[in-house]
T-cell receptor, first 115, second 112 residues
Framework: AQTVTQSQPEMSVQEAETVTLSCTYD???????LFWYKQPPSRQMILVIR??????QNATENRFSVNFQKAAKSFSLKISDSQLGDAAMYFC????????????FGQGTRLTINP | KAGVTQTPRYLIKTRGQQVTLSCSPI?????VSWYQQTPGQGLQFLFE???????NKGNFPGRFSGRQFSNSRSEMNVSTLELGDSALYLC???????????FGPGTRLTVL
């Protein structure tokens, strides 16, 4: 079974600085998808960024980028120029390319932005 | 376009009762997935439906069941509630099984 591990339960960063959230996963599949989701205090889960495993290029969405290391099974999220609105729980998630569509989530990292 | 809606948003039940939660997907979306979120276990997959068919089910007891209607709306039912069923239940919809999932705000279930 696939597993996702986020080793940082909490992180904090000063506003306007850069922070990196870590995520590792375990799978025997060669083709899969990885995601970072954000869950603000309002509870609505929002997709931040996605990465297809077959793509070598790291995904980027504005201030959010990932460092995808397939051999190491690592998928970290970098947030540049942190803003107060970035404060939330961040979940790393895995989805296989075959069979169930289900997302396998890590335990989450609570990110605090200090003004 | 309206987002995923879940009703009710909050629910309080007592042990032994049963509960039904509802999820209305984004218009045009035919795939619905359910997840349970608790502080201890995190986010865990419950069910996945596409075109009224359950495609997959997570590792939950038979007390947890679900269904999807022809208009893609989905319901999940939990019978004989236990204290451990207290959780935030999230619904996610997508156009198809392999498309991006959009989450609803969740239903907060408290079992006393």
């Amino acid at each position: 079974a696939q597993t996702v591990t986020q080793s940082q339960p909490e992180m904090s960063v000063q506003e306007a600085e850069t922070v990196t959230l870590s995520c590792t996963y375990d799978t025997s599949e060669s083709d899969y998808y990885l995601f970072w989701y954000k869950q603000p205090p309002s509870r609505q889960m929002i997709l931040v960024i996605r990465q297809e495993a077959y793509k070598q290029q790291n995904a980027t969405e504005n201030r959010f980028s990932v460092n995808f290391q397939k051999a190491a099974k690592s998928f970290s999220l970098k947030i540049s120029d942190s803003q107060l609105g970035d404060a939330a729980m961040y979940f790393c998630a895995y989805r296989g390319s075959q069979g169930a569509q289900k997302l396998v989530f890590g335990q989450g990292t609570r990110l605090t932005i200090n003004p | 376009k309206a987002g995923v809606t879940q009703t009710p948003r909050y629910l309080i039940k007592t042990r032994g009762q049963q509960v039904t939660l509802s999820c209305s997907p984004i218009s045009g979306h035919r795939s619905v997935s359910w997840y349970q979120q608790t502080p201890g276990q995190g986010l865990q997959f419950l069910f996945e439906y596409f075109s009224e068919t359950q495609r997959n089910k997570g590792n939950f007891p038979g007390r947890f069941s679900g269904r999807q209607f022809s208009n893609s709306r989905s319901e999940m039912n939990v019978s004989t509630l236990e204290l451990g069923d207290s959780a935030l239940y999230l619904c996610a919809s997508s156009q198809g099984p392999w498309d991006e999932q959009f989450f609803g705000p969740g239903t907060r279930l408290t079992v006393l």
